[in-house]
């Protein structure tokens, strides 16, 4: 790398990086110090080939999905995050305070695994259509489908207090909008 | 609303709470590069030269990746921090070790011996001069008492230069000091005696070992010291023989009222007065806390930190693990449950520096040291060396005085 390419880097770090750390951290379960190791392996595997890099954002991004959910990550268990027990009385009902289920929801999300954490900060957080999350993650619309339906099935699991207001509005084969295809 | 609706709430919100990348993020990041390429070659040598090609898995490092944490370094063979510990906003702004000093009579008192961070090194330095030490907002200028206690004057300390910016008399005699989270104010418990008093006490076998317990309280009242008009008003309280020698005030989480410690039924309860001298009862946030856990309510007054809860043995030769309770604070239930032995101060809303142990649950005596805990993550960051409480209180057992930057 270059002065001018490290300049270029620098640059491109200093004002994208408070954005892209939002991301990683939420790929991360909410882990900061997971979600800035997330961050910096994709920023130094992008300034491997930076001066090749068109759209260093779209590039980064595309790192840090796929790095989340690659067998490399899967096949280090130590670096996903582990997280306390569940509280032995968490009962729910009509007193959960919205920080509580906030709360509730946060600790359900960083249990789920990457793949499908990352499926679902794909859909909700960047709000991509199917098509595209399946064209970041390299798999197929119906995988991106049943991973988002199954995603969704499995924090209502993690957090039964959201049984209270988990009266979906829609069938579960409705989660998805239309589907574009190219 | 359903749960997609909540997830994408949720999500949004946790994003919106991330503080910026530190500044530097991208030299950290070049400088991990050079490092790891530099690894990878030797790793490339090291492998031409085996004759039998195996498989080696090389861990990756687990990189810095944490520059809002600022662990410190130690001075060897003890664990005084020498350079400033930091999490986010929260900074170790000073620590104090405690050793009783004999008197006259065979009694003692209990002095401390501060150190204090300067904000132009980052540093700890030793300040003798004072026997208590509060650390206003901004960490640059501390409220101190000198050694003679009660002390008939406090000042305003510049942490940078080391010198006193300006003396206020406190006819009252002045103990303990507190400022107020917004930092316009101060608290000054006064004491009629000198609180740190320690009573010689004979042993069971005749007094070959003596010991020392606390005096009885002399507290008088407080002031409330506005530092824009410095204008103070002292307010007189009872004596109360439930109050222990030094039970020194400080602000609610909103400023409006000041508590204390007390002695009673149970461990860590408190009394609240307002700023007129009225004895109050406990605001709705603090009702249920402690006050021997010093973190109190997270920084959007959701979330209340509350005492040890469960120790997880991990055996024989692995350290214990501890958890700390964080409650609602209007019901008192357990929201969920914290790494950490003992939660001393909040970083942000879900992360919360602690003491840990670092000895095994049974059989190993009791160590701990500073780390950062987070809400939804076994994971700690070690933030300090090893503290040891129960050796030799002067050299290693500190404590650290918190301030937000």
Redesign the interface.
Known sequence: MDAEAQDSFREFVEHRSSALLKTAVLLSGGDRHAGEDLLQNALIKAAGRWHRIDEPEAYVRQILYRQQISRWRLKWPRRELSVAEPPEDRTGGDDSSAAEVRLVMRGALARLTARQRTVLVLRYFEDLPEADVARILGCSVGTVRSTTHRSLARLRVLAPELAALNTPSRPSRDYAPVEVRP | ????E??????????GE?E??APG??????A??RR?RTRTFASVAAATAAVVAVSVAV??L??????D?RPSGVTGGHSLPVTAISAGRTVVAAYYTTATRKTGKGDGVAERTYRLLDPSTGRYKKDNRWSYVAVAPGAKTAAVIERTLPASRFGLLDLTTGKVKQWFDVRTGAGGLAFSHDGTKLVITTYDEHPDVRVRVENGSGGVDPAFMEGGTSRSGYMIFDLESHNGSWWQIKPNRDVPSRADFAFTDDDKAVYAQVVGGNDGMEEFYNLSGKKITAPAKEKYLRWDVPARISP?G??AALGLTKEVNMGKKLPGKS?SSIR?P??G???????GGQLLAWVDD??LIAWERTTPLKNAGYKDHLVLV??????V?VLSGVRDPDDGPQRLAWEPVFAER
């Open positions: 609303m359903n749960v997609e909540l997830v994408r709430d949720s999500l949004r919100d946790l994003a991330q910026p990348a993020f991208a030299d950290r990041v070049l991990e590069r790891r861990p990756q687990v990189s810095g990746g944490r520059d944490v959007n959701e979330l958890y609602n209007l019901t239930k357990e929201i969920t449950k914290v790494r879900h992360r987070t809400i939804g993550s076994d994971k960051v």
